[in-house]
């Protein structure tokens, strides 16, 4: 009976993590992933936004080059970031 007696089970760090199903997130994790998300697409709105800024800086021969005219680069400078 002593060996029976030493066998100790191991504790999780956290002990929260005894009563979550393997592959589940936590709180912290939902939350990181929802921030990064927002990060992201604020990311691309604003990216989106400098390159419609970018045609309305260009000339008239580097919007030749790209196959735009100024009236379309106007229209497309001018639009809301979101849209």
Request: glycine content about 8%; charged content about 30%; some cysteine.
């Amino acid at each position: 009976m002593d060996t029976i007696a030493t066998i100790r089970h191991s504790s999780p760090a956290f002990p929260s993590e005894a009563l979550r199903p393997s592959g589940q997130r936590g709180f912290v994790g939902r939350l990181v992933r929802v921030v990064s998300s927002l990060a992201r697409s604020i990311d691309h709105l604003l990216a989106r936004r400098r390159g419609r800024l970018a045609l309305l800086e260009m000339t008239d021969d580097q919007l030749k080059d790209i196959g735009i005219s100024r009236c379309d680069a106007h229209r497309e400078g001018i639009r809301r970031f979101w849209d």
